[in-house]
T-cell receptor
Framework: DAGVTQSPTHLIKTRGQQVTLRCSPK?????VSWYQQALGQGPQFIFQ???????QRGNFPDRFSGHQFPNYSSELNVNALLLGDSALYLC???????????????FGPGTRLTVL | AQSVAQPEDQVKVAEGNPLTVKCTYS??????LFWYVQYPNRGLQFLLK??????LVKGSYGFEAEFNKSQTSFHLKKPSALVSDSALYFC??????????????FGSGTRLQVQP
C-alpha cells in the first residue's frame, strides 16, 4: 500500500516565480491538507481539500492556491514567490468522515522549496 | 482558537533512561491530541493519539503519552530510550467539538537527543 507521495523532492526557484507542488494521497483517502514547515518550526496549516473544493484555510495569502482532482490527488500553487516562502511543504491525507469524527492524517515526505 | 506549547526546544537523555517530552494545549472544547516524529529529510510519522477514554495512550515504538485534562497536558514518554529515538517530536491538537475545523495545530517541536 503506497503511502502519501509528493513531487518533486526538492525545488529551487527565484523571487517572483511561480511553483506547483504535487501530492498523491494514501490509498482510500479522500481529503488532502497542505502544511508549510519553515526551518526550525512546526508545520503550519495552509488549506484542506475535499470533494475538489477548498474546505478550510489557514492564515496564508491568496498567493497560495490549490486544486484537488477527481482521483483525490492535489496540487499546491504559489505565485509571486518570496524569500520567506522557502520551506518544507508537507501534504497530509485522511478520510473526511471516520466513525468518531476523527480524521487521522498521514504525511508525505515533503517538498523542500528554496527561493533565491 | 487552538494552540500547542512545547516548552523544551531540546531534551537530552542517556540511552536506557526514561524520557519525557512535554506538551500543553489549549482548545475551546475537548481535544484530540497527537504525537508525530520527524527524522531528517523525512515527513512526519504518526506515533499515537488521544481521542477519549483511558488517559494513558500507547503508541508505536514503545512510546506512550498521558493525557491530563486538569493540567491540559499530553506528555510523551518512553521507559527506556534508544539512540535511534533521536529525532524531532511534534505535539498536535484539534478541537473535537469544532466539526468544521479538521486541521491540526502543531507545536514548535522538541529535538530529542539520546546519548549512547
Amino acid at each position: 500500500d503506497a503511502g502519501v507521495t509528493q513531487s518533486p523532492t526538492h525545488l529551487i526557484k527565484t523571487r517572483g516565480q511561480q511553483v506547483t507542488l504535487r501530492c498523491s494521497p494514501k490509498s482510500g483517502h479522500d481529503t488532502v491538507s497542505w502544511y508549510q514547515q519553515a526551518l526550525g518550526q512546526g508545520p503550519q496549516f495552509i488549506f484542506q481539500y475535499y470533494e475538489e473544493e477548498e474546505r478550510q484555510r489557514g492564515n496564508f495569502p491568496d498567493r497560495f492556491s490549490g486544486h484537488q482532482f477527481p482521483n483525490y490527488s492535489s496540487e499546491l500553487n504559489v505565485n509571486a514567490l518570496l524569500l520567506g516562502d522557502s520551506a518544507l511543504y508537507l501534504c497530509a491525507s485522511s478520510l473526511r468522515w471516520v466513525g468518531d469524527g476523527l480524521n487521522e492524517q498521514f504525511f508525505g515526505p515533503g517538498t523542500r522549496l528554496t527561493v533565491l | 482558537a487552538q494552540s500547542v506549547a512545547q516548552p523544551e526546544d531540546q531534551v537530552k537523555v542517556a540511552e536506557g533512561n526514561p524520557l519525557t517530552v512535554k506538551c500543553t494545549y489549549s482548545v475551546s472544547g475537548n481535544p484530540y491530541l497527537f504525537w508525530y516524529v520527524q527524522y531528517p529529510n523525512r515527513g512526519l510519522q504518526f506515533l499515537l493519539k488521544y481521542i477519549t477514554g483511558d488517559n494513558l495512550v500507547k503508541g508505536s515504538y514503545g512510546f506512550e503519552a498521558e493525557f491530563n485534562k486538569s493540567q491540559t497536558s499530553f506528555h510523551l514518554k518512553k521507559p527506556s530510550a534508544l539512540v535511534s529515538d533521536s529525532a524531532l517530536y511534534f505535539c498536535a491538537v484539534r478541537d473535537s467539538t469544532d466539526t468544521g475545523r479538521r486541521a491540526l495545530t502543531f507545536g514548535s517541536g522538541t529535538r530529542l537527543q539520546v546519548q549512547p
